[in-house]
T-cell receptor, first 114, second 110 residues
């Protein structure tokens, strides 16, 4: 099946620094990518929807200036958590959808801000 | 009200048992329904889509009740490897903007 590769799988960073997470569709062109966040024992919460070549659409309550999303090509989307704080520590997951495909998920990134 | 609400469990069952649980959704215009499986600290993986007439995939049976706005998952002859969190997922707009339930945890014991 299709593969979505997400890196890094785990990152620890200091408070105030920025972290970039990459999401790549390896064997299909992703027309749309989604970024989710999951806190322990909670459901995945959609943060933003990203279409190639256009600005991301953010869900209510998600700060677009803090969570920068770039979808420069049909196979790559990046999420940058700027000026990270401990409350941003979470599991971030991307998913990618191509033409007539189901949603495929990346392996997730566990972010810990210390 | 949450878009998708799930029976949280946990369900602790012996090997070979049958376990079933439900999920309700709030948007009556929802178009697609899925069950995903999520293992601890891993990404969700599609278990099965749920069709209007109900469908079966091996030991797994999914049902959809549009009138009452709920879907269900039944696992027969449980295996140890079925231990996981099962996520109820609904697509309201047909654009893969998925809404997730919080998950039902199932633990199958030997």
């Amino acid at each position: 099946g299709a593969v979505v590769s997400q890196h890094p799988s785990r990152v620890i960073c200091k408070s105030g620094t920025s972290v970039k997470i990459e999401c790549r569709s390896l064997d299909f062109q992703a027309t749309t990518m989604f970024w989710y966040r999951q806190f322990p024992k909670q459901s995945l919460m959609l943060m933003a929807t990203s279409n190639e070549g256009s600005k991301a659409t953010y869900e209510q309550g998600v700060e677009k200036d803090k969570f920068l999303i770039n979808h420069a090509s049909l196979t790559l989307s990046t999420l940058t958590v700027t000026s990270a704080h401990p409350e941003d520590s979470s599991f971030y997951i991307c998913s990618a959808v191509g033409v007539n495909t189901e949603a495929f998920f990346g392996q997730g990134t566990r972010l810990t801000v210390v | 009200r949450k878009e998708v609400e799930q029976d949280p469990g946990p369900f602790n069952v012996p090997e070979g048992a049958t376990v079933a649980f439900n999920c309700t959704y709030s948007n009556s215009a929802s178009q697609s329904f899925f069950w995903y499986r999520q293992d601890c600290r891993k990404e969700p993986k599609l278990l099965m889509s749920v069709y209007s007439s109900g469908n079966e995939d091996g030991r797994f049976t999914a049902q959809l009740n549009r009138a009452s706005q709920y879907i269900s998952l039944l696992i027969r002859d449980s295996k140890l490897s079925d231990s996981a969190t099962y996520l109820c997922v609904v697509n309201a707009f047909g654009d893969y903007k998925l809404s997730f339930g919080a998950g039902t945890t199932v633990t199958v014991r030997a």
